[in-house]
């Protein structure tokens, strides 16, 4: 099923380079933070397919020399325009971007000047608490940053907030008290319960905001330990009584735990999820990844999402790869006489674009 004309929103990506930077795309689609070998990173699925989608978008021959070629003279005679004809093929309306991710960390005003479609941004919690534990203070005077700091990020008008404490301490988080976290803080040492404490904090501060509160719960780069973020490990934070008013969303899908995702989201009707970085990085996971979610969750509470970074093609390539995706089930959903073609439409619609302006509050 064709979904080309439909309207996408972003819901989770990162900053990308405002001026054009010579970049090694195939080292930049590689997870790892290891040395490698150059040539190896150019032997991936996910990367073949780029330069396929480019050469398509280029017109010219499938060939990696001659895609970058042209990648780069087009860059060079005007990259605005080359981002506008980018956002404009794969019909991209609203970047959703979280400001954490320091590989292309710019001015937040120029990008959202330079980016040719509305731009919503996603405080980080840890861009602040990585330095408050590396760099202790008194606990008061943490707990008082950290209040102010989130305050002066809400006035700045961010749609959500977000924890990647799943690459930190794992996702099975308690819920200790002050006087826990202060021990923890100045004489324990005690890492996961400060971590714990802050985690905790930020979805009182989200009740108090009306504002979702996004957390990394699947894989990532080769620091993450994946078997400390299946997103199971939540059901303490999802069973508190007092967190229910709060929207919380799984980012990535929960990936490779996206059954397990699907069924919580399913289960808690304040949860949500996007699956970015399944789509595009997943060659033949990411149909199944978004089968075995949409088995079993609602699909007015799952967003797409690219988890692009540093340079535009990534945000491009994650929405016509999504929407290629998303065509397929739609017509398997169409064909086993499960959904109305008109249903399907409805679906696709929901999952592109309207579910995460309903969630994060934006016009497009």
Known sequence: MDLKDIPVIDAHCHLFDVAYKERNLAELLSLSLEDWD???LRQTLVYKRLLRELSQFYGVDNKESAVLSLRERKCKESYPVYVKNLFDKANLKCLIVDIGYKPAALDLKEFKKFVPCRVEFVYR???LL????????????ALQAFRRTLKEQIQEGIVAFKSIIG???????TIPDYGEAKKAYEVDNDEKTFRDFFFNETIKICSESNLPFKVHAAFGESNVNILKNNPLLLKRILDEPQYKDVKLVLVHGGYPYCFEAGYLVGMYPNLYLDFSETIPWLTFGSKEAVRKILDVAPFSKI???????????LHFFGALTGKKVFGQIIKEL???NILKQEEG?????????KNAKALFKIEI
């Open 345 to 353: 439409l409805e679906l696709a619609e929901k999952v592109l674009y």
């Open 303 to 313: 967003m797409y999402g690219s988890d692009g970074f540093i340079v535009p093609e």
């Open 167 to 173: 690459y930190r301490t794992g996702l099975d988080i």
């Open 334 to 336: 169409v064909d086993a």
């Open 125 to 127: 919690i840890e861009t």
């Open 130 to 141: 990585d330095d408050l534990w590396q760099n202790k203070k008194s606990f008061d005077e």
């Open 38 to 40: 150059k040539q190896l």
